[in-house]
Nanobody, 123 residues
């Protein structure tokens, strides 16, 4: 089992950058594929990016491709999401998620979830 805690959200203006971090506790972080999801008010939760256990494979939603970068540090049990050129439509609660086993391209279910961190982008 793994526990996830997100940090780094906030209120920024359009065009700014934010870096979200997710700290994982528990055993064998390197055995989990990781992902970032987001949910905006009135919308379904959607995957933003995911990364394989080694970090060699990644996936990005079309809406963030070229602007967001997912990375992980297995020695520090962390996964990050660097978000550049933020847009008002990026406003959402961002969730970190973990899936035991090899990375699989979406759609795929994730087993563990953090509480979320709010990102608000003003125009």
């Amino acid at each position: 089992q793994v526990q996830l805690v997100e940090s780094g959200g906030g209120l920024v203006q359009a065009g700014a950058s934010l870096r979200l971090s997710c700290a994982a506790s528990g055993r064998r972080f390197g055995n989990y594929a990781m992902a970032w999801f987001r949910q905006a008010p009135g919308r379904e939760r959607e995957i933003v990016a995911s990364i394989s256990r080694s970090g060699a494979s990644t996936y990005y939603a079309d809406s963030v491709k070229g602007r967001f970068t997912i990375s992980r540090d297995n020695a520090r049990n962390t996964v990050s999401l660097q978000m550049n050129s933020l847009k008002p439509e990026d406003t959402a609660v961002y969730y970190c998620a973990a899936r035991f086993g090899p990375w699989v391209a979406p759609p795929v279910s994730y087993d563990y979830w953090g509480q979320g961190t709010q990102v608000t982008v003003s125009s």
